[in-house]
């Protein structure tokens, strides 16, 4: 199963990592040394330790080299200094010539490949061709589907996208959008998938998924509950933002759905906000649970412990940021970021 890669700009490093290729840097070194340059200074707020040379030494030098289209480097260079000129940089923007600027290689479907820019056609990829050790790669073409395509070899869906190596291998692939009502449904291998819509209300769930914003009562599709409802799972409750639903845990400012005296059915109550109790450890997302209670999490610069609430410099819940480094609070950065500032600070010790 893969997943879909690209994120924004510090994920534009993990998408070079492992590229390789036995042409020249093609200009990697000179973009590498510029994209480090403003990185580090995210990271820098977030972990002073973190050096801009350890970025280059841990993320490019041994990344192999990709091809890389002038044109698009120095756009994304661009988009990177202007999200940076307005503060969202370090949070993770999606910059649209960053994920362009890798150049694609000429093999076809069907054709041999080493990894995914070796295919010509955009959004192709490179998948092993048989479940055996070393097995050959070749390049897989994917086109929109619609309910009854198949096999599905990707699924879209607010939440995630993944990617699925055809067994037995085929070079044509549907992905499966749930923003179009379908989904990828997988029969007893993931080449006899297809793309299937999706249940509606009060359509059977026994066999079939339902729609994104309904629940599966075990039978049929229902609206999700209201507060005061009963419910077995977070993902049962109204206004529990999308990306909480089917995982475990809070649903942020939203409702969740608490055991009752440790078991379930519950009903769908309100998560804890600041100064309410948080037995179960769940509060809002502005807020962290110590000691029985939800605290208003500190903000970049406040002192701060480690101890039970915070266990770990780079998991620390009190700090809005999740890190306390040096007794002080870090700044808040993009979840791709902070992975890489953590990285650039451990390399070496």
Known sequence: MRRARWLGPAALVISLVGCS?????????????????????????????????????????????????????????????????????????????????????????GEPCREDLDCAKPGSYCAVTA??????????????????????VEWIDPLFANRFSPDPFVSLGYSCNSADGVYCAHGVSPNTGRCTAYALLGESCNTMQCAPNLVCDGLTCRALAAAGEACNHDRNCRDCPAKFRGESGSCGDGLWCPPLAGALPSVC?????????CPEGVCAFDASCHQGACLKRLPTGSSCTLGPSCD????????????????????LVGVTMRALCVTWHRVGK
């Open 21 to 109: 290729s036995s042409a020249a840097p093609d200009g990697l070194d000179e973009f590498a040394a510029k994209w480090c340059a403003l990185s580090i200074y995210c990271c820098e707020q977030f972990d002073p330790l973190s050096r801009a040379d350890r970025c280059v030494a841990t993320e490019f030098a041994e990344a192999g080299r990709p091809y890389l289209d002038p044109a698009f480097a120095e756009a994304c260079l661009s988009e990177a200094k202007a999200a940076q000129a307005d503060g969202t940089f370090c949070l993770d923007p999606i910059l649209p010539s960053c994920a362009r600027m890798s150049r694609r290689g000429t093999a076809k479907a």
């Open 312 to 331: 770990d410099a780079y998991e620390c819940p009190r700090c809005s940021s999740g890190a306390c480094l040096g007794g002080k609070c870090g700044a």
């Open 269 to 277: 109550m309100p998560v804890p906000r600041e100064g309410e109790a």
């Open 131 to 152: 479940k055996a050790a070393n097995a050959p790669r070749a390049c897989v073409d994917i086109v929109a589907g619609n309910a009854g395509d198949g096999p599905c």
